[in-house]
C-alpha cells in the first residue's frame, strides 16, 4: 500500500501521495502516473469522509477495513444504512471481516466446469455466486451455513481450485469493491451472477443493491446465528478418550465437535501426524468419525513436499464411551 500524508484543510482531511516514498517503492513515476495515483489517493478520501461514522482505531473492534488502512466498525443497528452509504461509493475499496464462525464461501480461482448444478451437488445448499469482472474467479456465499474457519477449510477441499487460505484472513472484499495492488486499484470486482433455491438456479446476472448485499455478508453476530446450521458444541471430558488411535494422542483434548453431512468431526489442540509420526510446527490434526462408527485422522497440513493434504489414517473401530459422548 501506499504511504499516504494527511493534509487538514477546514477540518477535512484530504489525503496526498507521498511521491518520494511511492519512486523508492515502484521506481520514477512520470506525470501521469502522478496523476492517477493523485487521483486514487483522492477517491480513497472521498470514501473515508463518507464512512466517516462509522471510523475507529481499534483493530480488534473493526468490521471492516479500508484499502488505505482505515479501519471502520459498523453496529447492528446501522448495517442497513452503511450499506447504503456504500452503494453511493463508485470506487469501492472495502473489505469485510469476520471472526471464529462466519457464513461458509468459497474463494474459487479458476471458473472453468464451476457451475450452480456443481455447487449444489458437492455441498447441498443454497448459495449466490459472485465473478469477477475479469472472469479471474469466483466467490460462492451460502447464507444461513455457519462454519468455524477449521470446517470451511475441509468443507471447502470437496471442490478443486478452492483457496483454503482465504479463512485464516478473515476478510474478504465486498461486493462491488476494488483490488488495491502496490501499482495501484485492479478495477475488477466481484459481481452478483447467479443463486439457487433448492438447487435450482433462479436469475443470471444479478443487480447490486441493499438486498443483495445483506445476502452476502460473510460475518454473523452470535446472536444472529440460526440454531439449526449452529456447529454443536460440547464440553469434552478432561480426560483424553483417543488414545486408543496412539499413544501420542494421551494427552489430546478434544476442542470442538460439529456435524458434516452424515459424518462428525473432532477438532483437537494436537499437532501429532501419523502420516508423518511427529508433530506438524503449527498445523493441527483433527479425526472424521463416519457412520460405521469407525473414526479416522486427517492433516491441516498443505506443504507441497508431503502428502498430508490427501492423507487418512486407517480407520479405527470407536468405543462405547467416546461415542455416547459425541451422539
Known sequence: MYRILPIVVSKTSFVLPNVQSLNSRVGNLDRMSFIYI??????????????????TNDLNKATHLLMNRGKLYVPQNEYESFLETYLKIKEKYIVERFGNIFNFFLDIDTIDEITSEVIWNTFKRDSICLQC?????????????????????????????????????KSLRMPGSWKMTPKGPEK???????????????????????EMLKQCRISVDSYSVPSSVCPIDKVISKDSQLSFIHPAYADTKITRIARLGNCIILNTNSRFCQNIQQEHKSNLVYFVLSQDKKIKQKCFCRCAHRTCSTYNSPKISVGLRLLDSLT
Do not use: C
Open 188 to 210: 475488477r470486482s466481484y459481481e452478483p451472477l447467479w443463486f439457487t433455491r433448492k438447487g435450482e438456479k433462479i436469475h443470471y446476472s444479478l443487480d447490486l443493491n441493499k
Open 133 to 169: 469482472t475479469e472472469r479471474k474467479g469466483l466467490h460462492v456465499i451460502f447464507p444461513g451455513f455457519i462454519v468455524s474457519k477449521d470446517e470451511a477449510k475441509i468443507l471447502a477441499q470437496r471442490l478443486k481450485g478452492a483457496d483454503l487460505g482465504v479463512y485464516s484472513g
Open 38 to 55: 493523485l487521483l486514487m489517493n483522492l477517491s480513497l478520501n472521498w470514501i473515508n469522509r463518507l464512512m466517516n461514522h462509522w471510523a
